[in-house]
């Protein structure tokens, strides 16, 4: 089901693949956000084309924007999306705390009101595994907390707690299931910047011994140092056996960062949605179209980039798009880097096989460590 | 130039072709919008495999949000765009003339406001000819004034003359050419809703022997009866060796009307304007795809469509993406639309040659006389 190939001679970063019921996905793997079923502006032969294998959709926006009966009616994610490789479903968990004035937690789940319609729910752990199974996901997320940076320790350490009960909870569901249906849990462990409260967690967690293990609730707004700290002395309690993900980072220098700490997996919504901005992934950092200087420029984003964008299409038209909001400009961006990040993590997988990881990385994030990545 | 292959035998649609510098266009031609030299989503490719040959982008818009610069400096609109088909480009006029309030007319032209940054501007009929011809425009509008229904007839008069006026002076441009420029100029009819003024305009303009004649000015928020009565009585002043573009009508009635008086061109930005509420162009009438009949519905919006939508994606998964406001739902009811109207068009064409039009348009219009086509 899982296999390393390779392990980087002098570090944790490693390739391999996991089997999944919609095929096999070589790791690292970056996962693009597909939150409702689908890809920003993409068609999913776009994706395809890229063999991407796994793509994350988000059961909290499902559930709110779709109702569960109509998947179902469609018998599955798959069916109604027509995307016919893999899909992990996120629970939405972080997306309840994300507005967390307007919820109440018990110990089975949490009571919500959805911020767009004041209508209100509650998700539980076993509901939670309930619509996934529906859904018919490759990877299934429990409900977990994903709790905000600078909290006090009694309230990381309570949520911490709920979170494994509600883990062992979705794993007895998961014990329970459908005849036939064999998507695979991934727990998460959680246990915000406390290293006592991590360890806990992973401990308690590897005791249930799910296919997979996520490290969720970093990359919540903390400085990058507490991000690489926590990311190392998590990475260091979970058994080379598990594939790792990680869950929420998405810029280039954090994901280079996470396979170095042994990182399978990973989602990233950014390169998606820094299009709007005119943001463009290269080899020489972030390019921001909108800039004067690329007015009258005539070459592509990227000499050998094979996507739409660069095949055809100069700078200048690009940032004329994107200035004057034409969707077509948003297209074309979101196209080029997807098509970037694939190319990146090809890359890595190439330098790993060849132990020059290390080398690559250094060299890699020398180009964007001066750049602002943000939206 | 410009060759009529066959006229119908009862009515006065016909099929032919004109040849242009970027290469022969069919008529009658559907002339999809790109204002900015994109259209809404699409990538040209998928223009290029309807064999689309001809599309329309805006001089107005080009000159405030792009630059005249720019596009010299790419060495004209189809190497900025590599759109390597026909453009034809409106002057804006109709634009200035929607932000009424904003602009000062004189005798070579128009004074405006910017309505976004409010920036003052002049065009004039001379500097509209100029630019288009920067553009390399395959077929060129004049500075013209786009009247609105129900003013009197001493203010349809003057601006009649204007823009009478104004044609003399782009044709005297254009004579004026560059070497080896070859583009077209159509000249625009005007006169409001007035028979005598729509008579002594078409009388002016054709004394000028333009290559091709507009209709301007119909479509504008008269009763439907007003505008068949005036393209009827234009159509019949117009004779039948020049080429006829009605400018801004879009849905498949006003088309299907403006070909029966012997329209040859026109331009819609309806059908992709439309698909941001989810109305899709099918042969049987608008479907609202946001209905909630559509909810759980598994079947393809048109059976015998091969765009993207139809051949993949049902009917509940692009309501699901309408109803969410995904980017891909709008890409993949555009790319729709689009393939509908070229479908159309290509069905009119072989009703013509088949002498069997008047059935065509009887049954079709059956279908949609009863739908709401506006947004």
Same mark, same amino acid.
């Given at each position: ?147 905000? *940076? +600078? =909290? &006090? ?8 707690? !709920? @979170? ?5 909870? /979705? ?89 170095? *700490? +042994? =990182? &399978? ?8 949605? !820094? @299009? ?5 992934? /290269? ?93």
């Amino acid at each position: 089901m899982f296999s390393v190939i390779k392990n980087d001679k002098h570090f944790n970063a490693r390739v391999g693949f996991l089997n999944l019921p919609h095929g096999r996905v070589d790791i690292p793997c970056f996962m693009p956000v597909g939150t409702l079923g689908a890809m920003k502006g993409l068609k999913h032969a776009v994706l395809e084309k890229l063999e991407c294998n796994l793509m994350l959709a988000n059961t909290y926006h499902l559930y709110l924007r779709l109702g569960i009966k109509t998947v179902e009616k469609y018998v599955g994610l798959h069916n109604f999306t027509t995307w016919n490789k893999n899909f992990l479903t996120d629970s939405g968990g972080f997306r309840v705390f994300s507005f967390s004035d307007l919820r109440k937690i018990d110990l089975k789940g949490v009571h919500f009101k959805f911020h767009i319609d004041g209508s209100y729910h509650y998700f539980t752990s076993e509901g939670i595994f309930a619509m996934q199974e529906i859904f018919g996901s490759d990877i299934i997320m429990p409900l977990d907390i994903c709790s905000s *940076y +600078g =909290i &006090d320790y009694n309230e990381a350490n309570l949520y911490t707690n !709920i @979170t494994t009960n509600w883990a062992s909870s /979705t794993f007895k569901s998961s014990k329970n299931r459908k005849e036939g249906y064999n998507g695979l849990l991934f727990l998460i462990t959680q246990g915000n910047f406390f290293k006592d409260l991590r360890k806990r967690s992973i401990n308690d967690i590897l005791e249930l011994d799910s296919p997979g293990i996520a490290i969720g609730g970093i990359s919540v707004g903390e400085p990058r140092e507490k991000y690489l700290e926590i990311l190392e002395y998590s990475f260091l309690l979970i058994p080379k056996e598990k594939p790792r993900y990680v869950m929420g980072i998405g810029t280039p220098h954090y994901i280079l960062n996470a396979i170095y *700490y +042994g =990182i &399978d997996i990973f989602d990233c919504f950014n390169p998606a949605r !820094i @299009t709007r901005h005119g943001s463009l992934l /290269t080899d020489n950092g972030i390019m921001c179209i909108g800039r004067k200087e690329y007015k009258d420029d005539t070459s592509k984003v990227e000499k050998n980039c094979i996507c739409t964008l660069c095949k055809r299409y100069s700078r200048g038209y690009l940032r004329h798009l994107i200035k004057s909001k034409e969707l077509f400009g948003i297209v074309l961006a979101s196209e080029h880097n997807i098509h970037y990040m694939f190319r990146l993590i090809s890359k890595i997988r190439a330098a790993i096989l060849n132990d020059d990881f290390l080398n690559f990385r250094t060299s890699y994030l020398k180009k964007y460590e001066e750049e602002n990545f943000d939206e």
